[in-house]
């Protein structure tokens, strides 16, 4: 158990809609940070927050955002859902702001898109 | 463009013997690398890495080499064991600020009884 929780583990929905994927960090850790893992793809960096404030972003498309709040946990919201938005989203968190700090896995939510 | 690529999906080896993955990256700026592995149902969890003023670190059966001519870094493990059965994935990023990980796609290790 990393102590990174992930919210929900599985999620089915249809195209068009909008929906709200969910991590909390491990005790203390300030850095949370989204990847997405398609079909036959490695794991893409999609954005990182450190302590409420976005630090570092990557391949995340304008129909993606996340946010981080005062308590750590940070939600990544996907709307206007594409069947290929289907993958596995894992959240993970470190203590610092470095990204070559070890980084600690939620276990995934599986997103399937109808 | 793949900036970390791992070329061989799978690899499957004998209990026992030495496994070796490869991991090839092709940007210069990379000067940090870690290798994670991922169980089924599970997240990645973080193995081993190495920095690029190295060119190799070793924690238990777990060696990494980089070879930075080459742009290019293997993980052995030895022995192997059935444990280690696994998809492992290499990444690589750079220090500096707000640099980010970048994965390869992975390379799913099966070990023989």
């Known amino acids: 158990d990393s102590g990174v929780t992930q919210t929900p583990k599985h999620l089915i929905t249809a195209t068009g809609q909008r929906v709200t994927l969910r991590c909390s960090p491990r005790s203390g850790d300030l850095s949370v940070y989204w990847y997405q893992q398609s079909l036959d793809q490695g794991l893409q960096f999609l954005i990182q927050?450190?302590?409420?404030?976005?630090?570092a972003k990557g391949n995340i498309l304008e129909r993606f955002s996340a946010q981080q709040f005062p308590d750590l946990h940070s939600e990544l919201n996907l709307s206007s859902l594409e069947l290929g938005d289907s993958a596995l989203y894992f959240c993970?968190?470190?203590?610092?702001?470095?990204?070559?700090?070890?980084?600690?896995f939620g276990p995934g939510t599986r997103l399937t898109v109808l | 463009d793949q900036q970390v690529k791992q070329n061989s999906p799978s690899l499957s080896v004998q209990e026992g013997r030495i496994s070796i993955l490869n991991c090839d990256y092709t940007n210069s700026m990379f000067d940090y690398f870690l290798w994670y592995k991922k169980y089924p149902a599970e997240g990645p969890t973080f193995l081993i890495s190495?920095?690029?003023?190295?060119d190799k670190n070793e924690d238990g059966r777990f060696t990494v080499f980089l070879n930075k001519s080459a742009k290019h870094l293997s993980l052995h493990i030895v022995p192997s064991q059935p444990g280690d059965s696994a998809v492992y994935f290499c990444a690589a990023g750079d220090t500096g600020a707000n640099s980010k990980l970048t994965f390869g796609k992975g390379i799913t290790l099966s070990v023989r009884p």
């Open positions: 927050y450190y302590n409420g404030e976005e630090r």
């Open positions: 993970a968190s470190s203590a610092g702001l470095a990204t070559y700090n070890e980084q600690f």
């Open positions: 190495i920095s690029s003023i190295k």
